[in-house]
């Protein structure tokens, strides 16, 4: 596994966590709502992608 993918994940966290605290205690509550799901969807795009990649390296692995 790529250790660039955990560092990716963990950006996005990161600064989703801090606009989400940023956006709470200027009574914002439904922006950083959000944040948090634009965060979410982010992630699992970048988790998709890799999937997609691991199994097609697998099914060119097997064709013959």
Do not use: C, P, W
């Not at 950006?11 to 965060?39: P, Y």
């Amino acid at each position: 596994m790529n250790i660039d993918l955990i560092f990716k994940i963990a950006a996005v966290g990161i600064i989703v966590a801090v606009l989400n605290t940023l956006l709470s205690h200027s009574k914002r509550d439904e922006q950083a709502l959000m944040v948090t799901i634009a965060g979410l969807v982010v992630v699992m795009l970048i988790v998709v992608q890799e999937i997609y990649d691991l199994f097609r390296l697998i099914k060119n692995l097997f064709s013959f």
